[in-house]
């Protein structure tokens, strides 16, 4: 079931890379700034809640002073949770929004969110690298232990993905799913520690709080991008384990459905 789906994703791997080009050309066609956009959005929020969490409430971390640990804590929050939320949100709505195409052209719809992974992953490329230039020139690059952001990585966008594809075909048969899966990444993004650290909630809220997937990715990007170490995998093995079932799930979802979702949208 799956290989069937990754051999149709590579026989149209010219059509996933021709789109990828086209969306990110189109998105800064007519803009005097172009592709920097996608630089200076991300930069603006993060300055915001620099501004407001570390000047204003003078958050401070565990074991770390210095006036830049914070925004580096905060940029690996963002960065991470952006690329999350971006796929889920595009996945999300990615069939009804390319309704006109699913009719008119063969191809597997399995293609689409694949494109939509790939334009998320680029616009992170961008504004991450620019990050890890940055600690290079403050002199915070973490070292070696830079070389487990890879893995990590792989897990966050298998459970995006799998969730995407889930929350995107069940909007193309339910429409209010779009309208609540918004709602829940807000909530979803103040309960996983980005802005705070998690060593401020109460002890009760401790183990409840580390049912969140997203506790464990955005943990394991600061350990390594805050105090250059090397994450707790044992944290990681759950959210491995659920991205693979979500992923599981979404395949096999699509394969019942792919033919009632062009009656459909």
């Known amino acids: 079931m799956v290989n069937a789906q990754m051999k149709a994703i590579w026989s149209y791997r010219g059509f996933i890379w021709g789109s990828v080009q086209r969306e990110f ?16 959005t991300p930069l603006a929020t993060i300055l915001i809640y620099t501004l ?5 409430m003078q958050v401070r971390l565990p074991g770390m002073n210095d006036t830049l640990a914070y925004s580096i804590y905060l940029c690996a929050g963002i960065l991470t949770w952006g690329l999350f939320a971006e796929i889920i949100g595009r996945c999300q709505t990615v069939f009804l929004e390319n309704a006109n195409m699913i009719k008119k052209l063969t191809f597997p719809r399995i ?17 991450f690298g620019l990050f890890l230039c940055f600690l290079v020139l403050v002199g915070r ?3 070696w232990v830079i070389l487990a952001l890879p893995p990590i990585l792989i897990v966050q ?16 048969f339910f429409r209010d799913v779009g309208q609540f899966v918004g709602i829940v990444l807000q909530f979803w993004f103040w309960f996983t520690p980005i802005v705070y650290p998690a060593s401020v909630l109460p002890e009760y809220v401790q183990p409840w709080f580390r049912l969140n997937p997203m506790v464990s990715v955005v943990a394991a990007y600061q350990s390594i991008l805050l105090y250059g170490q090397w994450p707790q995998w044992s944290t990681l093995i759950p959210v491995l384990i659920t991205a693979i079932v979500v992923c599981l799930l979404a395949v096999g979802l699509y394969r019942r459905r792919a033919g009632e979702m062009v009656d459909e949208i």
């Open 157 to 172: 966008i298998a459970l995006a993905i799998g969730l995407g594809i889930v929350l995107g075909i069940m909007n193309v």
């Open 52 to 56: 407001i969490f570390s000047r204003l």
């Open 141 to 143: 690059f973490p070292g």
């Open 111 to 127: 293609c689409l969110p694949v494109i939509v992974v790939l334009n998320a992953g680029v616009n992170f490329l961008i504004i």
């Open 25 to 40: 050309q189109s998105r800064y066609r007519n803009s005097l700034l172009g592709s920097v956009w996608a630089v200076l």
